[in-house]
């Protein structure tokens, strides 16, 4: 997993457009910065690349 692709993640989360667990908007509304497995593999390991990357939340928090 990259910054970059986790930092896509957040940013779909934290704006509220839709439910995490539906990939295929998760997808798109990354603009296709994420696949399918990209979004699986966050998800099982969201805690991880969260303690990997914990200035992200505030980066995107702080661009919304």
């Given at each position: 997993?990259?910054?970059?692709?986790?930092?896509?993640?957040?940013?779909?989360?934290?704006?509220?457009?839709?439910?995490m667990f539906?990939?295929?908007?998760?997808?798109?509304f990354?603009?296709?910065?994420?696949?399918?497995?990209?979004?699986?593999?966050?998800?099982?390991?969201?805690?991880?690349?969260?303690?990997?990357?914990?200035?992200?939340e505030?980066?995107?928090?702080?661009?919304r």
């Amino acid at each position: 997993m990259t910054k970059e692709k986790f930092k896509a993640y957040l940013t779909v989360q934290f704006s509220g457009l839709t439910n995490m667990f539906d990939v295929k908007q998760v997808i798109m509304f990354s603009d296709d910065v994420l696949n399918k497995a990209d979004c699986l593999d966050i998800m099982k390991n969201y805690d991880k690349y969260l303690t990997n990357w914990p200035e992200l939340e505030k980066e995107v928090e702080d661009e919304r």
